[in-house]
């Protein structure tokens, strides 16, 4: 059973940049077919697909973000990271981790994620 865990600070001043890192285990992050996905959603909204790296290392962006968030990985760790730079009190919101096992990957994608972290509260305040 995969399981991910988010890990990252919990506040991040304006104009700083955001990172969090996702660790995965029960699987590998180069196994086949498998998409991992930074999603988040903001106080009283709905949740809004960020970008994903896949099991070879390419790296997919939701193009509203993508000027300002960078997805990376460490196979070595069985971990991947985001990074949202430039941050405002709009980017406050939970963020999730998450992973898709499939054939029908596409951006933005429309599938169900099999496999979900917790998530973790990131407030962008002064």
């Known amino acids: 059973q995969v399981q991910l865990q988010e890990s990252g600070p919990g506040l991040v001043k304006p104009s700083q940049t955001l990172s969090l890192t996702c660790t995965v285990s029960?699987?590998?992050?180069?196994?086949?077919?498998?998409?991992w996905s930074w999603i988040r959603r903001p106080p009283g909204k709905g949740l809004e697909w960020m970008g994903a790296?896949?099991?070879?290392?390419?790296?997919y962006y939701s193009p509203s973000l993508k000027s300002r968030t960078s997805i990376s990985r460490d196979t070595s760790k069985n971990k991947f990271s985001l990074q949202l730079t430039s941050v405002t009190p709009e980017d406050t919101a939970e963020y999730f981790c998450?992973?898709?096992?499939?054939?029908?990957?596409?951006?933005?994608?429309?599938?169900?994620?099999?496999?979900w972290g917790q998530g973790t509260q990131v407030t962008v305040s002064s």
């Open positions: 998450a992973a898709y096992e499939g054939k029908s990957w596409s951006v933005p994608p429309k599938v169900m994620f099999d496999y």
């Open positions: 029960g699987g590998s992050i180069t196994a086949n077919d498998y998409y």
């Open positions: 790296v896949d099991y070879v290392g390419n790296t």
